[in-house]
């Protein structure tokens, strides 16, 4: 379990870079969404059991062949996957399905080929593109070439993004959620490659408030049956974006822990913002959004400690978890910071990354009269856990 330094430390790493900010305010906050399917978030003591979610059947996959600090996003396509995640060469990796490495897509460096750092990557048609150096470029590689055919640098007024949706192959959503320099400027533009224009923009971007609101949002633009969706930290729901604009697609009703626009902008610093969070009734850092066809998975923090909410579209309820009960993987419960962390949904499948050491941690606090019984009903589980080591990448469960 997370202390409180060591949370700050994760917050704090989260905050990549910070601009000069403007002294004003925009009056314009959060709105209230109107759709056909509302939730309420309310945190909760309850255990998650895992098989009322998910079957019976899941895959673990290692990544082997390279040494990556961490894996912090998983596309899964025919017969190779796309990794991210941080290596001595660079962010972004191809390999097999069964987790073999296949070459580094991305190295680091200023060369015709490389950047400096990968901040999202989406795959459209048959090409995958990447958001790289600090939100700056978008390099377009084809995976039926096997090459680069494409890159270009984001206007100035939408530079440094934070996320990317692709509409088609000449349009794109950006997701801005850091300040500029600029007067005027939005969460969202959408931009045509082919004319270079800026052709949208939507939702105002509050100034000051994004020097303190500036957790790491993993995929706050979506795609999902044809139809892209938007969701950021602190929003009254979640956005489907069409031509005509942003609508809702889910909202959050209002209740006493969504924090009000009075406090939540204010004049803070970053720690002066996370004291403050961790001391209010509120819902904090609501993060990690990821939609399937059935439910919605996300990740927040209440006072100081870590839930998951769950939303069923199906019967449009939420509910919300501190613990969980895994009935299928590791057979034991564990809080919620102590367990999977969830990176992707793609189709009927969740993708979730589990540290070595904390696999070793949950293996040997096991119960020594459930081990025989339970290593013979998981053996691939044992053997990565017998031939792992310190240089044991992530393991990847699906």
Known sequence: ???????????????????????????????SLNSDMSVTIVPSEDVLQMSTLFH??????????????TVSKVLMLDSVMIVTGKSFDG????????????????????GPNEAMSVWAVKVYQNDAYFLVNAGTEIMRYSLEQKIFVDRFRLPAEIVAVADFEIVDSDTFIFYKNLTGRLENEYRLYVYERKTNRIVNRWLPLPSKATEYISFAQKDCLYKRDGKIFFYEVFQKGIYELTKEGPRGHIAFKDNEYVMPDNELYGNYTFDSFIDFC????????????YEGSSFIMSNYTYKKGYYWNVIDKNRNLSKSYRKVDDDLLFEESFFIEDYLYQTNVQGSARFFTVAYDDLKTMVQSKPREKTDLYWNKHKQLWDIYESGSEDTNDLIVV
């Open 56 to 69: 019976t059947h899941y895959d673990i996959i290692v990544p082997t062949g390279i040494v990556l600090t």
């Open 91 to 110: 962010d972004a990796h191809l390999f097999r399905n069964n987790g073999e490495y296949i070459e580094t897509l991305i190295k680091r460096g200023q």
């Open 278 to 289: 961790m001391e209010s009734p509120y819902v904090w850092a609501h993060r990690a959004m």
């Open 1 to 31: 379990m997370l202390n409180n330094v060591a949370m700050r430390k994760c917050l704090l790493c989260l905050t990549i870079f910070h601009f000069m900010f403007s002294s004003c305010v925009n009056n314009i906050y959060r709105e």
